[in-house]
């Protein structure tokens, strides 16, 4: 059980989304009291649908579960191993998606929320921060995600003196599930592929032949889309969450190399025809009534959604839960503005957690504010609570926002996902027991279960 150090002052956490919530329950743990900051309900955001604590916007999955060859896997892994509460609870709600972790949004969201507002060292106060903390706050971590308020924004640009970058962030349809013909529709897992909580059969999948793809591509080029406002116009995409309309126009085989991409999978209505193109849906709640379409982010009007989306084989008569969205993502320069303890180099009460400093997805948002918690809590002791081991993947995420990979004056600070191209290279000689050099794709594979056996080795001393 928590023991609470009475004479510590409390931590403030501003914003209950992932990143927020995993700091707060870092803090706690480790016996300091915290005061955790939220505007939802009062305060809506273009995105949230709910003033839940960490709600999940766009998709939701956590992607990869594999830990010895895939980056995000081992950020799980490693996150499970630090007693990670995000990680805790996607993995009671996790549904069914071939080798990746997806969860019931809602399900998880109020798993996370009885979680913190029943532990005894947290408590919640709900209304906007409009602006810098009060000087009184003397240990704060800043996790208000990339819609972070106007007010709030606008004072730390003018606290850094910094400009704000800013990407688009697109939000995929969600589709009842008994809206799907599935005398055209199947379900299986690319490859067969089980994963934690599925069974080799997890997606939905709606093949097309060759001129209903080319048909559909022309229809995305051609569709009514979003217009942005001018002062968003120059605001780069993030690559790995683009709009499929932005795909298609790349040219007419981009999104079957891509979202849509027919490997791994048989039509059992007709097994001897190889499709051109699928579109897969993947589970969104435990019930299975709801399929999110996944890499199917959108930036095109409502009404051209539902025409378009609905000539897809299979989704004719579709139903839809939500259709999707697009949002503006706005993040700190992290590089310029943080120290090794995450905090603002001008204010070194503030440290800042999750999308907000520079990274993408759920659980490396999570991973932040696993890592910054720590940090305050030991600041709150009067310690120090160390860097991961660069060498993991948690001290990856921390070693590309504060620049530790960039070189050279032209160098510009991006979003990123985890991957292994942020560990640092290990030395090994790729044979096999008897000798044998391993090559290509077996290479790749080796080398990534090495660097995540010696992330996995490293991670427990930071534990």
Same mark, same amino acid.
């Given at each position: 059980?928590?023991?609470?150090?009475?004479?510590?002052?409390?931590?403030?956490?501003?914003?209950?989304?992932?990143?927020?919530?995993?700091?707060?329950?870092?803090?706690?743990?480790?016996?300091?009291?915290?005061?955790?900051?939220?505007?939802?309900?009062? %305060?809506?955001?273009?995105?949230?649908?709910?003033?839940?604590?960490?709600?999940?916007?766009?998709?939701?999955?956590?992607?990869?579960?594999?830990?010895?060859?895939?980056?995000?896997?081992?950020?799980?892994?490693?996150?499970?191993?630090?007693?990670?509460?995000?990680? !805790?609870?996607?993995?009671?709600?996790?549904?069914?998606?071939?080798?990746?972790?997806?969860?019931?949004?809602?399900?998880?969201?109020?798993?996370?929320?009885?979680?913190?507002?029943?532990?005894?060292?947290?408590?919640?106060?709900?209304?906007?921060?409009?602006?810098?903390?009060?000087?009184?706050?003397?240990?704060?971590?800043?996790?208000?995600?990339?819609?972070?308020?106007?007010?709030?924004?606008?004072?730390?640009?003018?606290?850094?003196?910094?400009?704000?970058?800013?990407?688009?962030?697109?939000?995929?349809?969600?589709?009842?599930?008994?809206?799907?013909?599935?005398?055209?529709?199947?379900?299986?897992?690319?490859?067969?592929?089980?994963?934690?909580?599925?069974?080799?059969?997890?997606?939905?999948?709606?093949?097309?032949?060759?001129?209903?793809?080319?048909?559909?591509?022309?229809?995305?080029?051609?569709?009514?889309?979003?217009?942005?406002?001018?002062?968003?116009?120059?605001?780069?995409?993030?690559?790995?969450?683009?709009?499929?309309?932005?795909?298609?126009?790349?040219?007419?085989?981009?999104?079957?190399?891509?979202?849509?991409?027919?490997?791994?999978?048989?039509?059992?209505?007709?097994?001897?025809?190889?499709?051109?193109?699928?579109?897969?849906? !993947?589970?969104?709640?435990?019930?299975?009534?709801?399929?999110?379409?996944?890499?199917?982010?959108?930036?095109?009007?409502?009404?051209?959604?539902?025409?378009?989306?609905?000539?897809?084989?299979?989704?004719?008569?579709?139903?839809?839960?939500?259709?999707?969205?697009?949002?503006?993502?706005?993040?700190?320069?992290?590089?310029?503005?943080?120290?090794?303890?995450?905090?603002?180099?001008?204010?070194?009460?503030?440290?800042?957690?999750?999308?907000?400093?520079?990274?993408?997805?759920?659980?490396?948002?999570?991973?932040?504010?696993?890592?910054?918690?720590?940090?305050?809590?030991?600041?709150?002791?009067?310690?120090?609570?160390? %860097?991961?081991?660069?060498?993991?993947?948690?001290?990856?995420?921390?070693?590309?926002?504060?620049?530790?990979?960039?070189?050279?004056?032209?160098?510009?600070?991006?979003?990123?996902?985890?991957?292994?191209?942020?560990?640092?290279?290990?030395?090994?000689?790729?044979?096999?027991?008897?000798?044998?050099?391993?090559?290509?794709?077996?290479?790749?594979?080796?080398?990534?279960?090495?660097?995540?056996? !010696?992330?996995?080795?490293?991670?427990?001393?930071?534990?």
């Amino acid at each position: 059980m928590t023991q609470s150090n009475t004479s510590s002052k409390p931590v403030h956490v501003i914003g209950a989304g992932l990143a927020g919530s995993e700091a707060s329950w870092q803090i706690a743990q480790m016996g300091v009291p915290v005061v955790l900051h939220e505007m939802r309900p009062e %305060v809506k955001t273009d995105a949230h649908q709910t003033g839940g604590f960490a709600e999940l916007v766009c998709s939701n999955s956590f992607r990869s579960d594999d830990a010895s060859g895939n980056a995000v896997g081992l950020l799980h892994e490693e996150m499970r191993r630090a007693g990670s509460l995000i990680m !805790r609870e996607g993995d009671t709600h996790k549904l069914p998606a071939g080798g990746a972790l997806a969860v019931d949004r809602d399900l998880f969201s109020g798993g996370v929320e009885k979680a913190l507002k029943d532990h005894p060292l947290i408590s919640v106060e709900y209304g906007e921060v409009a602006g810098l903390p009060p000087a009184e706050w003397d240990n704060v971590i800043i996790a208000t995600g990339p819609l972070t308020s106007p007010a709030l924004a606008s004072a730390i640009l003018e606290l850094t003196g910094e400009d704000s970058l800013a990407f688009f962030d697109a939000i995929a349809p969600i589709i009842y599930k008994d809206s799907i013909d599935f005398n055209i529709a199947w379900m299986q897992s690319r490859y067969d592929k089980k994963g934690p909580g599925g069974d080799g059969a997890d997606y939905i999948n709606c093949p097309f032949n060759k001129e209903q793809y080319e048909t559909f591509v022309q229809a995305l080029v051609d569709s009514d889309q979003t217009e942005f406002k001018e002062w968003e116009k120059d605001t780069p995409y993030f690559e790995s969450c683009l709009p499929i309309e932005v795909i298609a126009s790349r040219g007419p085989e981009t999104l079957r190399w891509g979202p849509m991409k027919p490997v791994g999978l048989t039509n059992p209505h007709d097994p001897t025809v190889k499709s051109h193109a699928i579109a897969q849906l !993947r589970q969104d709640n435990a019930l299975g009534t709801l399929y999110n379409m996944v890499g199917f982010q959108t930036k095109m009007k409502y009404g051209a959604q539902a025409e378009i989306l609905k000539t897809i084989p299979g989704l004719e008569n579709a139903v839809f839960a939500r259709l999707g969205g697009i949002h503006r993502n706005t993040f700190i320069n992290s590089p310029k503005l943080l120290n090794k303890q995450l905090q603002l180099n001008a204010r070194s009460s503030l440290r800042f957690a999750g999308q907000i400093m520079g990274v993408e997805g759920y659980v490396e948002s999570a991973a932040l504010g696993l890592i910054t918690g720590r940090m305050a809590a030991a600041q709150a002791l009067g310690n120090q609570y160390d %860097v991961p081991p660069v060498t993991t993947a948690l001290g990856a995420l921390v070693e590309h926002v504060t620049g530790g990979f960039m070189s050279g004056p032209k160098a510009k600070f991006q979003p990123m996902n985890v991957n292994f191209g942020l560990f640092p290279p290990i030395e090994l000689e790729c044979k096999t027991e008897d000798g044998k050099r391993i090559r290509g794709k077996d290479k790749t594979r080796f080398r990534k279960a090495a660097l995540s056996k !010696r992330a996995l080795s490293d991670i427990m001393d930071w534990v």
